[in-house]
C-alpha cells in the first residue's frame, strides 16, 4: 500500500526504517495498486496507548492555531494525571444498581472508549450525574416548601362566585379542574407552589384571576408579573374590566409609569388599598411593600428563570409563606415536566374555550405572497385585523431579511394603501408601544407590523391573520406563541408562513410539521427532538441549568430511575449529612448553589 502526502515533505522527516506507523484514511485502488492520500498517521511506540488510529477517537472543536492531535494528547494526558482522584458524586446504590463505572473512569472512557457499547455505558453514567443532580435540588425545594406555612384562606368564595356567575360563558371542564386544584392548595394551611400549564386562548389568566379574588375577598392582597410592559398593560386592563365592578382595586406598575403616578400606587400598595397589583419586574424592587401579600403569580414563566422562580415580590408584614402560582402558555416537552419543575405541583387546562375554531396554518413561497395580502384586504374590509411578523428590526447586519421598518413602509404605500398600517417594534420607547398597541386594539389600524414583542400573551379578539416573513428564523415555540396571537374571537383565523428565500429541505420540513399540528405539546416534542434540551423548549428558555450531555427525550427511564433514587436518598437521609448525601450536595452546591433551599426537609 502506497501513502502519498502532496507537497508536504515534512512528514518524511518523522519516519524512520523499521517503525511500525498506524495509518487511516480512505482506500483508493490507483494505477493497479491501492493508496492512501493524506492519511492520519500515528508512530507506534511500545508501551504507550495508540491515540490517534485504529481506535474510535474523540473529534474535538478547534480554535485557531489548535489541531486535533495536540488537543487529544492533552486532554488525554490531564484525564491520566487524574487518575481516580475525581470526587464521586452520585450515591453507591445506584452505582451498583445500574452496574455503572466510578466518574474518573467514566470520563476517560468517554474519550477514549474501547467501542461504542463502553462509550453508551459511559454516557449513562455522565448523563446521572446531570439528572440525578437536579432530581434531589428539586425534591429539597418540594420539600422546603411544603414545610413553609401559607396563609389559611378558607372562606366560601362569594366574589369568585359573582365573577363567574356575570361572565357570558361557561368555564370548561378544564378550568373547573385547575381551579380546583388550586383553591385546595390556598385552603390546605401549606405554601402553594404550583405550575399551570394551558396552550395559547385556553383561559389561564381568568383562573388565575378567581384564584387572586378568593385571596382579596379574606382580606390578603395579590400581585400578578409579566414579562413584557405590553403584556402588563393588557393584564391590567382586562382585569381591571372584570374586577373593579365587584368593588376589587387593580393598579397597574410598570417601569416607565410616570413618577407621580408611581408613587401614589406605591403609597396605596402600602396602605393595603391595592388589592391586585399587576406590573413587570419593577414590583420585585424592594420598595414595593404589599403589606398583606398572599398571592403571587407570575405569567411566562420561562420568561423570568430559575432565581427569581416563587421569589416574593416586594416585601410584606406577614409572616407566613407567599403562595405562588407560575404560568405558561409555552407547552413544556412531557419528557421535561419532571426534569425541569419536578419542585412544582402541576396544573394542566387542556382544553380550549368552546366556539374557537382551530388556526389555519399555510405555509407559502414568498413569490406567492399576492394570496396572502389578498386575504389581508378580505379581513380589514370585513373590520377584522392582520398582525405582520419580521424576526428583525432593521438590516444593518447584512442579512438578506425584510425589516420590519421597510415592510412597513412597503405596505403602506404599494401593497394595502387603502389599509390603516401600524409599526410596533422594540425600540420603541415603552409610551409609543403603548400608543400603538392601544390604537390597534380599539380598531383605528387595521394592519399591525411587528417584531416578535407581540410574541407573548397580545389578545386582540379581531385579528384573524398572522403573517410571519422568514419563519425558518424563528423556533416552533415563538411560531407557536405568534400562531396563539389571532383565532381568539369566533371568527375563522389563518397564520401565512411566508419564505421569502430559500430554504432548506430540512427547515421546509420543519415548518411543514408545525403547520400541520397545533397542539403545543406535540410541537415541543418535535422541538426537542429536533434541537435538543439546550436550545429547544426546555432548559435554557425555562430558566433551568443546560445540560452537556442528558437529553430527557432520549433518556427518559434515566430520568425516571434518577428521580426514584433521589426520593430513596432523601428518605434515608433527609439532610444530606450521611457518605452518599455529602457526596451529593457537595456535587448540587458546586452546579446549582444558588438554587438550594435553606435547609433540607
Known amino acids: 500500500m502506497f ?138 425545594r418540594r420539600d422546603h416548601r411544603r414545610a413553609q406555612q401559607g396563609v389559611r384562606l378558607d372562606r366560601p368564595g362569594d366574589l369568585t362566585r359573582r365573577l363567574v356567575e356575570g361572565l357570558p360563558f361557561e368555564l370548561t371542564g378544564a378550568q373547573r379542574r385547575v381551579l380546583a386544584e388550586i383553591l385546595a ?114 405569567d411566562e414563566q420561562h420568561r423570568f428563570g430559575v432565581r427569581q422562580r416563587g421569589r416574593s415580590a416586594g416585601t410584606s408584614d406577614t409572616d407566613h409563606a407567599v403562595h405562588v402560582l407560575v404560568m405558561s402558555a409555552t407547552p413544556i416537552p412531557r419528557s421535561l415536566s419532571l426534569t425541569l419543575y419536578g419542585d412544582l405541583d402541576l396544573s394542566l387546562i387542556d382544553e380550549l374555550p368552546p366556539g374557537r375554531q382551530p388556526v389555519v396554518t399555510r405555509l407559502v413561497r414568498g413569490d406567492d405572497e399576492a394570496a396572502v395580502w389578498d386575504a389581508v384586504r378580505r379581513a380589514a374590509a370585513a373590520g377584522r385585523q392582520t398582525f405582520v411578523v419580521h424576526p428583525v428590526i432593521d438590516e444593518t447586519e447584512g442579512q438578506d431579511l425584510k425589516a420590519a421598518t421597510a415592510e412597513y413602509e412597503r405596505l403602506r404605500t404599494e401593497v394595502l394603501p387603502d389599509v390603516a398600517v401600524a409599526l410596533l417594534h422594540g425600540r420603541l420607547k415603552p409610551r409609543q408601544k403603548a400608543s400603538v398597541m392601544d390604537a390597534f386594539t380599539r380598531g383605528e389600524s387595521q394592519v399591525l407590523v411587528a417584531t416578535t414583542v407581540i410574541e407573548v400573551g397580545v389578545d386582540v379578539a379581531a385579528a384573524t391573520e398572522m403573517v410571519i416573513h ?68 426546555g432548559v435554557r428558555q425555562h430558566g433551568a441549568p443546560g445540560f452537556k450531555l442528558a437529553n430527557p427525550l432520549r433518556d427518559q427511564d434515566l430520568v425516571a430511575i434518577c428521580r426514584n433514587e433521589a426520593r430513596d436518598l432523601l428518605a434515608r437521609d433527609p439532610g444530606l449529612t450521611g457518605p452518599d448525601g455529602i457526596r451529593v450536595k457537595n456535587a448540587i452546591a458546586a452546579s446549582w448553589g444558588h438554587a438550594l433551599p435553606t435547609r433540607a426537609g
Open 185 to 298: 392548595d390556598l385552603r390546605g394551611g401549606g405554601s402553594m407552589h404550583r405550575l399551570l400549564q394551558g396552550d395559547v386562548g385556553s383561559g389561564k389568566t381568568l383562573v388565575a384571576l378567581i384564584a387572586a379574588l378568593f385571596v382579596i375577598e379574606q382580606g390578603w392582597q395579590a400581585l400578578l408579573m409579566a414579562p413584557t410592559e405590553v403584556l402588563a398593560r393588557q393584564h391590567g386592563v382586562n382585569l381591571r374590566r372584570l374586577a373593579e365592578p365587584l368593588g376589587v382595586n387593580v393598579e397597574t406598575l410598570t417601569g416607565s409609569t410616570p413618577a407621580a403616578q408611581r408613587r401614589s400606587i406605591l403609597a396605596a400598595a402600602a396602605a393595603g388599598e391595592v388589592d391586585l397589583l399587576v406590573g413587570t419586574h419593577a414590583v420585585i424592587q424592594e420598595e414595593v411593600h404589599l403589606p398583606r401579600l398572599a398571592l403571587t403569580i407570575v
Open 470 to 537: 422568514d419563519p425558518d428564523r424563528f423556533g416552533l415555540a415563538q411560531l407557536h406563541q405568534l400562531r396563539g396571537r389571532v383565532g381568539r374571537g369566533a371568527d375563522a383565523s389563518t397564520c401565512w408562513l411566508v419564505c421569502d428565500r430559500f430554504v432548506p429541505a430540512e427547515t421546509w420540513e420543519r415548518l411543514r410539521f408545525f403547520a400541520a399540528h397545533g397542539d403545543g405539546f406535540d410541537l415541543a416534542e418535535e422541538d426537542l427532538r429536533r434541537r435538543g434540551p439546550g436550545d429547544a423548549w
Open 3 to 140: 501513502c502519498l502526502w502532496f507537497n508536504q515533505r515534512y512528514v518524511l522527516k518523522q519516519f524512520r526504517a523499521g517503525q511500525r506507523v498506524l495509518v487511516s484514511g480512505t482506500v483508493q485502488w490507483r494505477s493497479g495498486q491501492r493508496q492512501l492520500a493524506h492519511p492520519d498517521f500515528e508512530i507506534q511506540t511500545p508501551g504507550r496507548e495508540v491515540l490517534h488510529t485504529g481506535r474510535l477517537v474523540p473529534v474535538y472543536g478547534l480554535t485557531a492555531g489548535v489541531g486535533q492531535h495536540w488537543l487529544r494528547q492533552l486532554v488525554h494526558q490531564a484525564l491520566e494525571e487524574l487518575g481516580d482522584e475525581l470526587p464521586e458524586t452520585l450515591p453507591d446504590a445506584l452505582l451498583r444498581s445500574r452496574n455503572l463505572p466510578a466518574r474518573g473512569p467514566a470520563l476517560r472512557t468517554l474519550h477514549f472508549p474501547g467501542d461504542n457499547d463502553a462509550l453508551e455505558v459511559a454516557r449513562q453514567r455522565l448523563v446521572c450525574d446531570e439528572l440525578f443532580g437536579i432530581q434531589v435540588l428539586m425534591a429539597l
